[in-house]
Structures are given as structure tokens and as C-alpha cells.
């Protein structure tokens, strides 16, 4: 069944099947790859291997915690069914987040999850202003926002889905998840010894076997549990490993802005950093997802209406700054 699915697809939405059945089969357990200078942190922007082989559907139930739920893995992998294991945390889905509509308007709750917190691999959409993911589905339709490695499918599938989807669509989905409150989702560990840790499917999994690399300049944002983050619960937790006093260097920074590095992050994103009516959070977001946007707006490969201001913000900052700022917004409360 799910190959007949995925043979019936169109070119773009085989690619992005292919995506999903990365995201939530066992992974190839290979390190990290290191990063060349001048090029974007692979830390920040991991790219699935190029020998990956998603596992075949056994056909068995996958559990969850604290869920009577069961779904298989063809149904997992499904674009178009967002896995709902805890229906009590949030109000009833629109239609095109629980199913999205074929062929080519996938489910947004299948990436982002039924209530909107995302992963390292994209964005946590709860609580952003409904008005912003409206602008944002413009960009990526029209081109305006693209990302500075563009192999990795995530923003691939964005731009894919915004064409196909019409403007009450977006707009159903965007007053969803505009009226959810985030959850703080991450625990932020300051460490100059990290796990081992290898791309599971756009983002980083650890190695569960003790071993242990130098975090250098890097965050290691990993699941807590990876069996569950690949079941699509949006109760997943994730640990974000960050240099040694980094947490401070960014609060200085977003505080301060000092001198004339950067502009104070509260100018736009309010006092406490949980964003205001037409401005986004930031507070309690993932710091590998952060740090994209802020490279990709010093990159020019991130543009848009509110693009010139935030190229002006990070135009000075160095990527150890960029670090630093999204490992400090990282451990905010939501």
C-alpha cells in the first residue's frame, strides 16, 4: 500500500515521501560531518547521507507515551494524515492540517505535528502570529525565502506546498496554529564535551554508545528520545548542547546589543522575547532553527518584507555571535 502510494505521487511529492520515510525510519549511524570555512555549519544545516535506505513497514503498531494511540509506519509516513496522539492538547484541526489535499498540499501537522511544535528540521509554528506564516507561505511561493543549503528538503517541501495551496488554506491553518501556546520543549546544556552524534533526517540524533566529541563552536540539538520524535508526538523533548558560556554571551548581546554590533532583539521581538502582534517569538525555539534563519538573513538567501531589517540586524555578527544569540533564545520560557 504505501508503495502504490508513493508510485502514484507526483515528481516534487515523491521527493518530499522520500523526506518523511528518512524522518521516521531507523537512521544510518554515521558521524557528523564537519564543517569547511566559509560554508554554512553542517551542525546547523545537516543533510541526510546519500546512501540512506528507509526501513521497510513492518506492520506493527508504534506506541507512543501517555497515548491510547497506535499507528503503523506506512501510516506515519503518510503525507496526508498528521498523527494526532494526544487529541486533548489542542482544539480540533483544520482539515489541511489533519489531511492537507492531494496531490500536492500535505498535511501540515505531518511535518510540524498536530500541535504545532515542530523540530530542528523546521519550524514550531504555536503561537506565531497568524498574519506572519501568512507572509511567510507568500515568501516561500514567491521565491523570496530560500536557504543557504538549498539540498535539504524541508524548505524544499515549504516552497513545493505553497504553490499548491490556496489562500484559505493557508489561512485556516495559519489561525490553528497562531492560537496555540508553545511549550517549552528544550533543555539547554552548556558543555564542552558532547554525545556523538549523526543525521537521523535533517537533524542530528545521538549515538548511544558513550562516546563523546569536543563541542567546539557548535549547538548539538538532539532528541530525547528518538523512537518518539520519529513517531511524530508533539510532546517530544530535545536537548540542546551549547559551548560553555554561550548562554551569557547571547543575553549580552540581545540585551544590549553591545555597542554597535546588532540591534537589541526586544526593539522587535518585545521585553521578554515572545514576540508581538505581527512580530514572531523567539524565546524557547529551537537554536539549530535559529541559528538558520539569522545565516540565512547575513546570507541574502533569506528575503522578504521584514528581510532588509533583520540583514541590517546580523550583518556584523560573526557565527560564533549567531550561536550565542540562539542558544540564549533557546533557554527562555516560550
Known sequence: MALKLFNALSRSSRKFALLLMMISAPALKTDAPTQNEGEPPTWAYPVNPPDFKPSPDDGKLKHVPDSA????????????????????????????VMHGRKPGVYACGVCHRADGPGGPENSSLAGL??????????????????????QRLPPQAMTSLSKAATDAETAAAAAYFSALKPKQLIRVIETDTVPKSYVAGWFLAAVNTGDTDSIGQRIIEVPEDLEQFEHRDARSRFIAYVPVGSVQTGQT???????????????CHGPDLKGTVT????????????????????????TGISSALM????AKLTDEDMLSLAAYTASLPP
Do not use: N
Request: a positive charge; hydrophobic letters at 35%.
Open 311 to 314: 540583514k541590517h540586524t546580523v
Open 253 to 267: 548581546l540581545a540585551i544590549t546589543g553591545r555597542g554597535d554590533k546588532t540591534i537589541q532583539c526586544r526593539t
Open 279 to 302: 512580530i514572531p517569538g523567539i524565546a524557547g525555539r529551537s537554536p539549530s532553527y535559529i541559528f538558520r534563519q539569522l545565516y540565512d538573513f547575513r546570507q541574502g538567501t533569506r
Open 69 to 96: 494511540a497506535a499507528y503503523s509506519l506506512g501510516q506515519l509516513r503518510d503525507l496526508f494524515m498528521a498523527p494526532d496522539w494526544h487529541p486533548e492538547d489542542h482544539p480540533l484541526m483544520p482539515d489541511v
Open 129 to 150: 502570529p497568524a498574519a506572519y506564516i501568512i507572509q511567510q507561505m507568500a515568501d516561500f511561493k514567491s521565491g523570496a525565502r530560500k536557504t543557504s543549503v538549498p
